[in-house]
């Protein structure tokens, strides 16, 4: 990107591996934006973050301007992480990181200093988006293909006063490994688990053994997502 002209006067842009080091400030928090979306009563903190984050690429065509907003986002995503500990906006700190490496990564005026800030940023980028995925696999991909080893069942609350302790009994010699009640209210629910190398007509006979048990309803297998 060439210098442009304003009032007369030639701006110099930011340079490329300025832009890169934003952008990757911009795609380092991407992953955490969409994760903070889910719940409605943050989703306004990280949009406004990610905002945040991304407003130096709306400056690299004025190279002041856009190091200015580099330095004023990321040292303002310091405390702003703190503040916002419990909320996990501390996960915005590697874009901080970031922004403040790309202000610094010109090698038009210091090209050790910017060879040094982009090798650390592209080795933060990198963990970053290992760990993203790490963490992506392990909570949703992984479970959603998962084969499911548990069994729910609906009971009535009162149930477990009795009922948990002779089901563990009656399950056990079926393949059951461990019987545990959840929830509370009209939520109430008997999980079974069982090993994965179950087979199909064991597991067919643990279901049954279940359904046969008094004040049991609607046995179905329970995805690993949810019951674990």
Known sequence: ???VTVSGARVQPAHSAQRALAVGAALAAAPFILWGVRDEYVAALYIT???CVAAPLFLVRRAKAFVRACVIVGVALIPWGVLGVFLGLFLFWPSALLLLLAAIADPRKR?????VSGAVGALLLAGVVALSGYFIWHFYVGPATARPHTYRAQVDPGWFRDGLRDADQRLGPYGATTVYGSGSGHLSSLQVRFP??????QRAELKRQIELLPGITEVELCSVRDCG
């Open 49 to 51: 973050t990610g905002a």
């Open 1 to 3: 990107m060439s210098a």
């Open 196 to 201: 994965d190398d179950l087979s199909e007509e």
């Open 111 to 115: 090209p050790v200093v910017a060879r």
